[in-house]
């Protein structure tokens, strides 16, 4: 059996672009035509036709003002009636330049009535100033020819009005049709519009999305039986295509599949393997620690025994030695301490329970209630919220911080200011002081461990309180960093928490 060459869809696409373009061009085109004459027959009415009636009325009621003016004039003997005459005479000149701006030209049909009226009412106003100039009483033969003239000029601007009422209601009849032959047109192209669209629509259903399906539901029963094979799919060349892409990718996958539970199997030996090294080497810090401190205590229990015995006999260079020695060991106490206290961070804490951060603070505080009353400082919260944590790492936290700002303090009183506020799902904090500041450019190393701005003498410490801190922070699922537009003399640490999830 012969197989039928399948279209690609571009081809299908192509087609029914080609068809789809040509009927719409065509009616597009009808529809510019339907357009353009309803736009000038609309364009005539409105901009010339009815403003050239309007013009012809003004026309008329000028002639009519001139010789109601001249009448009265040749009734009383008054010059005050002439002021409608001449007033008369300043419309018309407007009127006919209107006229003639609105397209009343010579060797058209409007042009030329405009001009027979004009050439009539010359030879009225001529008669009419020799009536003016006459003295009293005008001979009535003067009197009757200027009133046969008038007539004339009557007749001929009824004429005028005349023609163009028949003009402006051929126009508009044309303005008729041309909405007619729009609506056609409009209609037409909604039945083309209609017609592509069911046609597309079924073709698309036919050629495309029938296809698909069948080789959705090809996929489906892959997907519950790996060993499912996934047959060559009907429609366009493309799908063929793609139906012959899932197989090799499922024939990968089967392949793949023993290799995957391998490393499963690999990854979980692994996995016990790390978790016994975690143990182990957490267990050697316990014990690390213990066996480090112990024999520090000695050297520093009985240096201090030698400071104490031997005050006084020794030189003030061998006192200097045993003080050395006594603070080294200190140091180093203190030293193993915050490396131990660093190491289990995150390594057999409690869960996590809703943690009021006000009463961490106000925890911190009391840690440290001794340095702030020595130092006068000022601390003040506002808007802190409850997070999921452990009370005891962010009080951790919140006292490093405090202990930062209250050890880097300028001249005056230190002042922290701690707040939060609700941002995108996360609640940030700042801790916000008036101490010596921070120079920019140490905005990451000051949360390494051990990294120190200034000379122990000048600042106590062991340099791991702000590395503490950001471990603390980034294992409740937050961030920490140093504002660098605080500005001189002012130093504001942020951080962040993430919202509880009944309150998001």
Request: hydrophobic share 40%; net charge negative.
């Amino acid at each position: 059996m012969k197989t039928v060459p399948r279209w690609h869809i571009r081809r299908w696409m192509a087609a029914l672009i080609v068809v789809e373009s040509v009927m719409l061009a065509a009616a597009i085109i009808g529809g510019v035509i339907g357009l353009n004459q309803l736009s000038d027959a609309r364009a005539r009415v409105v901009d010339q036709i009815d403003p050239e009636l309007i013009e012809a009325q003004n026309l008329t009621s000028a002639l009519l003002n001139q010789e109601t003016g001249l009448r009265g004039y040749l009734l009383t003997g008054q010059r005050d009636f002439l002021t409608p005459f001449d007033d008369g005479r300043a419309q018309q000149d407007k009127a006919v330049a209107e006229l003639r701006r609105l397209g009343a030209v010579d060797g058209t049909q409007a042009g030329d009535e405009l001009t027979r009226v004009l050439n009539s009412a010359t030879v009225w106003q001529a008669t009419a100033q020799e009536m003016i100039a006459a003295p009293r009483p005008v001979d009535q033969a003067l009197v009757d020819s200027g009133k046969s003239q008038f007539d004339a000029v009557r007749t001929l601007l009824t004429a005028q009005s005349a023609s163009l009422r028949a003009g402006r209601e051929g126009d508009r009849e044309r303005l008729n049709e041309s909405a007619r032959l729009l609506s056609v047109v409009i209609g037409v192209i909604i039945v083309l519009l209609v017609v592509l669209f069911v046609l597309l629509a079924l073709g698309f259903q036919r050629r495309i999305m029938a296809p698909i399906l069948r080789l959705g539901n090809e996929v489906k029963a892959a997907t519950a039986d790996i060993d499912h094979r996934i047959v060559g799919s009907e429609g366009p060349h493309e799908l063929a295509e793609l139906a012959a892409d899932v197989e090799a990718m499922r024939q990968r996958i089967v392949n793949e599949v023993s290799e995957l539970r391998r490393a499963h199997r690999l990854l979980d030996e692994r996995t016990q393997e790390l978790q016994r090294s975690n143990s182990d080497l957490e267990q050697f810090a316990y014990v690390a620690s213990h066996d480090l401190q112990e024999p520090l205590r000695k050297v520093t229990s009985f240096c201090q025994l030698i400071q104490h015995r031997y005050q006084g006999q020794l030189d003030e260079r061998g006192e200097q030695y045993i003080e050395f020695a006594v603070d080294g060991a200190r140091r180093m106490q203190v030293l193993i301490n915050d490396l131990l206290a660093f190491s289990r961070v995150g390594r057999g804490t409690g869960e996590f329970t809703d943690v009021s951060t006000g009463e961490a603070l106000r925890a911190a505080i009391g840690n440290l209630e001794q340095v702030i009353e020595e130092t006068g400082a000022e601390v003040t919260l506002t808007g802190l919220p409850v997070v999921r944590g452990e009370i005891s790492l962010l009080t951790t936290v919140f006292q490093n911080l405090l202990s930062n700002a209250i050890k880097f303090r300028g001249d005056e009183p230190p002042a922290v200011r701690v707040k939060a506020a609700l941002d995108a799902g996360q609640w940030t904090f700042s801790v916000t002081d008036n101490g010596i500041g921070i120079d920019p450019e140490y905005a990451d190393r000051i949360f390494v461990i051990f990294q120190r701005l200034h000379t122990r003498a000048a600042y106590p410490g062991t340099g791991i309180g702000l590395a503490m801190a950001r471990k603390i922070i980034e294992y409740h699922g937050g961030r920490i960093w140093l504002d660098t537009d605080s500005g001189p003399g002012r130093t504001t640490f942020r951080f962040t928490l993430p919202q509880r999830t009944e309150e998001s």
